[in-house]
């Protein structure tokens, strides 16, 4: 047992990165450790199987401080630095990527958005109660027929005395069932993309849960319909204007999965080697033969790389001196990585592989959603070859 | 109430140790550090007796550079501030104790809290050793503990083979804890980074009046023998008990 959780220290910083965190950002990512061990890693396949969201967490997670930790502490943030923040997003995604999700939209997408988009007094109304857990958030931009083409969206606000009367469906809305407010992206009457701050008990608002998800089964997704639901002008986000606001949030979200697919990943990798150390066949453990060895090393490689890429973007962060593209190029290459990580760790489990008894399926089949949401491998391509070439090829 | 919680950092349970070359220490290479497990029951406690009745909660390690580490998290748990001896040397219980001992006196506390041992070398002399440097009651390998603030007195319960023996006492005292005292609490993100602000001072053996004349020297250190390899059983449960069963008869000769 010793033996196997000295090569885990080993697999998990294999380039000795450690020495390049601070003692608070080794304290912050512990600390969510512990946390996910104990309260998370032991239920996992059975709420992933039950397709629940452990909602009984919510409170815990807020204590611990995991809903807009970044922010300011008059906003119940606790100033977290940007690698702090990330990770904490990788230590829940080891857990499951469902949970990071849930972390992701309250923090880098709803709190976010009013923090950097609302006013004052929307910002000291919403965001304590938001890191207390006591108000959940959603996110509202993608629609069943724009998802990589947010710009063509149908949901509008039409203005009437005192606000706006919002129309529209929003689709793969994560947290959407478990929301106090959702911030519905929609066009006003100039066609001008703006965010509102939509309470999900207004009359006209519903969620409709999707429950036919074979992938992030632990996270709740839902389908948002707005009949004609009555926004007051105080809940418009004063400062959001056009498509580069919601995309503004987005890139929070992505640098989080930047991050958090480190996680999924340092699992899956963890996982197949402790297998492959104790799993005989042919008279020997399975980690004594060349092909394992070679795949699991492919596996660290990768996570290393990731790994890598994910610090520097942090400290890019950190400086101020980060642009949205290595975000993009990140988030692609990450998520891509760990879902490479993921398949290969299910092979080397054999036949176990394919139960949620051990991890690594389980993070396989919700990685396909991380490769796939908050801007697809395919556009985030796009973002980067749009920056690299100055040619547009959406 | 004004409580002094001594910390050990010592190496993760989970670590594999392996003896450094010359047989008198260990490879620290790669070790994680944490605080030793019996001090966390300590310093929740205080935490506690402080929410309970007010007060401080100071924490104290003696070690080298990287000890400021397992301050800086009992700090976050949520003690107030630390005192780090800095210290490079090799030291014994002796020693330790006597410098755990100028900072206790130097501050006058109410109570001092420790684990019952470390679980490094398992000595448990230190808790002991400031007691009697202090002249102060102790009670050792606490299960509960109850302030009595009104009459300065505390009810200790000790943990005895087979029974559980309750002991009163008047504080100043030492008490040292035993697991199943509480359990101890997350540092959450936000104290994490409040921990960041408080004081943690740097004193030296030198400035404490302390001369390292070390009684006990550890002479030389071996790895325990190797165990053969596990077995591991898997397939059907019951072909596995069978199995199980005929190896623990022919194999292991315990049934």
Known sequence: ?394 | MKILVMVKQVPDTATRIRVAEGNASIVTDGIKWVINPYDEFAIEEALRIKERLGGEVVVVSAGPQRVEEAIRQTLAMGADRGVHIKTDEALDSHVVAQALAAVARAENFDLILTGKQAVDDDAAQVGPLVAVFLDVPQVTVVLKLEVDAEHQRLVAERELEGSIEVVELPYPAVITAQRGLNEPRYPTLPNIMKAKKKEVRVESLQALGIVPNVKVRTVSLSEPPERPAAKILTGDPVAAAHQLVELLHAEAKVI
């Open chain 1, 1 to 394: 047992m010793a033996q196997v959780d000295n090569s885990t220290s080993r697999i998990d910083d294999y380039f000795d990165l450690d020495s390049q965190l601070s003692s608070d950002e080794i304290q912050v990512r512990d600390a969510v450790r512990k946390f996910v061990d104990a309260k998370v890693r032991p239920l996992a396949g059975q709420w992933w199987q039950e397709g629940v969201f452990p909602t009984e967490l919510i409170p815990q997670l807020a204590e611990l401080g995991v809903f807009g930790p970044t922010l300011p502490e008059k906003y119940g943030g606790a100033e977290l630095t940007p690698v702090a923040y990330g990770l904490m997003m990788q230590e829940l995604e080891r857990g499951d990527s469902g949970l990071r999700s849930f972390a992701s939209v309250q923090s880098g997408l709803a709190m976010y958005a009013i923090y950097r988009y609302g006013s004052e007094a929307q910002r000291l109304q919403y965001l304590p109660q938001m890191a207390q857990g006591k108000i959940i958030g959603c996110f509202g931009l993608t629609e069943p027929d724009a998802g990589s083409d947010p710009g063509s969206m149908r949901t509008v606000a039409t203005s009437v005395p005192g606000g706006v009367r919002i129309t529209g469906v929003k689709r793969w809305i994560t947290n959407g069932n478990l929301a106090q407010i959702a911030i519905v992206w929609a066009k006003d009457d100039q066609g001008i993309i703006r965010g509102y701050i939509v309470p999900t008990d207004a009359p006209g608002f519903s969620a409709r849960h999707i429950a036919t998800k074979a992938s992030m089964r632990m996270s709740v997704t839902s389908e948002l319909y707005l009949d004609n639901v009555f926004v007051p002008q105080e809940n418009q986000l004063v400062e959001s204007k056009g498509l580069g606001s919601p995309l503004g949030c987005l890139t929070q979200a992505r640098y989080g999965i930047a991050w958090g697919t480190i996680g999924a990943a340092l699992d899956c990798v963890n996982v197949a080697a402790s297998y492959a150390q104790t799993r005989i066949a042919f008279g020997k453990p399975i980690a004594a033969t060349q092909l394992v060895q070679e795949r699991l090393v492919d596996m660290l490689s990768l996570t290393v790389n990731m790994q890598l890429k994910a610090l520097q973007l942090g400290r890019l962060y950190q400086s101020g001196g980060l642009r949205y593209p290595q975000v993009s190029l990140t988030k692609r290459d990450n998520a891509r990585s760990a879902l490479v990580v993921a398949r290969m760790a299910r092979e080397i489990l054999g036949g176990n592989g394919i139960s949620v008894d051990y991890s690594p399926i389980r993070h396989l089949a919700n990685l396909e959603t991380v490769d796939t949401y908050e801007g697809t491998y395919e556009i985030h391509t796009l973002i980067v070859g749009r920056d690299m070439l100055g040619e547009s090829a959406f």
